[in-house]
């Protein structure tokens, strides 16, 4: 039996795996460039973590939360958004910054394949690998430290928070692209996103009512660390997978009316 | 000096040619110090032990938040003349190449403050309920802002440097970037920290790029600490100077360009 889509699907995953294969040749050529741009990241959360570690020596919990249960928020927030980054990020940043407004989504509108995906997809940042496996490495450490382990229900419901929190990442980001196509300089756009989501790597109730509203609607940083931790630590209700399913949907349609609406909009001279 | 001023005026032209995104990049900056605020203060809630209370954690990363564009920027632009050629222009013509950058980047840094200084002072003053600063003490922090973005402007332009020998120096510099700008005391004030670091670090230069200001700002600290924390930034300067001077020198001989 067929799936719809699939064909479109494994061909898009193939393409993609190719793009994959030619970042990482093309990081290759300057191997010592690539090895100290494998260190910017790890070391702007190691300075994360020290922050936070520092927050520890004053109180022993923050809104109710160990310093185990932080930690494993901090490192399943880094671990996803990092992730998302490493696939998406530098080319919307890159787009955003310059190849909206020089014209060059000339040459991807030419191609056989969905502008989003390539305006989107075809920048892998890959310098990102050793930020992601550290972060996995501590969450594991922390998860241990546990005094209960998990139950299976918890990690299958955490496993579907983190899909459904990167695909939100992806769709909220990729909607705030779309700004790249209505002014001639967004690039802020998405750094000022970046900065705020720092912030997910703590437990959202520290902060105040008004700003914990922009954390699950405007910026969804919540999805990207503490709600998927909420269940992982036996905290959640299992009302929010279907929020979260919900609120993907919602991003979903917001995201493909931003894009046609932009695309529509699109125009370039002498590019 | 007079020939810099019209790259300062260029500087402040440009900066201000995307409005939007200049306000969007000064919220950034301000947003990420005032979030991390909010962090300290559900500390405060559950400690009452804190060197300081939540007025005074208010003020702090206010004045941060005001204080962070003269040390935090990104000379990204040095690295990129560096590696295409762009250094060329300063070896033929009388122009230096450390004061043209430094005037361009002041304009960027200089603005930024100042639009930051009239916005969020009032906050400071309402928000924490702070306590209105006596004039030595405003006079001392005023001489401190140009040392501040000198030293700053120094040290990251020998960072730069690097890219005589390495294709991608913004690596090292970002990664560096972000220890400065935590021993700088951006993310923690540093009276939180054990009172042994607060010893190490005041020897060293960071901490007076923003806490001793600030601390000086909000009478923490007392106007003859302000006043050797300034003459150590100082003697930093004057080392950081030296060694950017060398690096340069040393650069230049290994620089290359065709076909410019």
């Known amino acids: ?32 460039n690539f090895f100290l741009q494998l260190w910017y990241g790890p070391a702007y959360v190691a300075v994360l973590f020290m922050i936070m570690q520092t927050v520890f020596t004053k109180t022993p919990t923050l809104a109710g939360w160990s310093k185990v249960e932080v930690t494993i928020l901090f490192a399943t927030f880094h671990a996803l958004y990092t992730f998302g980054i490493m696939l998406f990020g530098k080319t919307i940043r890159h787009y955003l910054s310059e190849g909206i407004s020089s014209g060059e989504v000339d040459w991807v509108l030419l191609k056989p394949l969905r502008p989003q ?43 579907w928070m983190l899909v459904m929190g990167l695909l939100i990442v992806y769709f909220s980001l990729s909607t705030y692209m779309t700004l790249g196509f209505m002014v001639t300089r967004a690039r802020q756009v998405i750094e000022l996103y970046d900065k705020t989501s720092d912030y997910s790597q703590y437990p959202t109730p520290i902060f105040p009512a008004s700003i914990q509203i922009i954390f699950f609607t405007i910026l969804p940083t919540a999805f990207f660390g503490y709600l998927p931790t909420l ?24 995201n493909q009316a931003a894009w046609k609406r932009a695309l529509e909009r699109y125009t370039s001279a002498s590019s | 000096m007079q020939k810099y001023l019209p790259v300062i005026r260029i500087g402040v032209l440009d900066a201000l040619e995307y409005r939007l995104d200049l306000a969007l990049h000064l919220i950034k900056y301000a947003l990420a110090i005032v979030m991390m605020s909010l962090v300290w203060l559900a500390v405060a809630r559950q400690n009452s032990q804190l060197p300081l209370d939540q007025n005074q954690i208010i003020s702090y990363f206010l004045g941060a938040a005001i204080l962070y564009s003269l040390s935090n920027f990104h000379t990204d632009y040095i690295e990129q003349d560096i590696r295409l050629g762009g250094i060329s222009k300063f070896l033929l013509k009388p122009i230096s190449s450390f004061w043209y950058y430094w005037s361009f980047q002041f304009s960027q840094s200089g603005l930024e403050t100042a ?7 009032p906050m400071v003053l309402l928000l924490a309920q702070a306590v209105v600063p006596s004039w030595p003490q405003v006079a001392l922090t005023i001489l401190y802002l140009p040392v501040i973005f000198t030293f700053s402007f120094t040290m990251l332009i020998t960072i730069s440097s690097i890219a ?10 970002w990664s560096l970037n972000i220890f400065f700008r935590f021993l700088a005391g951006m993310f923690i004030p540093l009276s939180f920290m054990a009172p042994y670091w607060q010893h190490i670090l005041w020897w060293l230069p960071f901490t007076h790029l923003a806490s001793t200001p600030i601390n000086v700002m909000m009478g923490t ?10 003459l150590i930034l100082l003697c930093w300067l004057v080392a950081i100077t030296a060694v950017q001077r060398l690096m340069w020198q040393r650069g230049l001989k290994h620089y290359e360009s065709t076909g410019l």
């Open chain 2, 164 to 173: 005589f020998w390495f294709n991608e120096a913004w690596a090292i510099r």
């Open chain 2, 221 to 230: 600290l007392s106007l003859a600490q302000g006043l050797e924390g300034l």
């Open chain 2, 115 to 121: 639009i930051k200084i009239v916005t969020m002072t």
């Open chain 1, 117 to 159: 995906f390539l305006l989107t997809f075809s920048r892998p940042e890959l310098q990102h690998v050793l930020l992601v496996a550290g972060a996995v490495g501590l969450f594991s450490h922390a998860v241990g430290q546990l005094s209960s382990a998990p139950l299976l229900s918890q990690w299958l419901g955490f496993s």
């Open chain 1, 1 to 32: 039996m067929k799936v719809p889509g699939s064909k479109a699907l494994i061909r898009y995953l193939t393409i993609y795996g190719q793009i994959l294969g030619f970042t990482l040749k093309s990081l290759l050529e300057y191997r010592l």
């Open chain 1, 231 to 254: 269940f992982l630590l036996g905290k959640g209700s299992y009302y929010w997978p279907i929020l979260a399913t919900l609120t993907v949907v919602i991003f979903a349609i917001i």
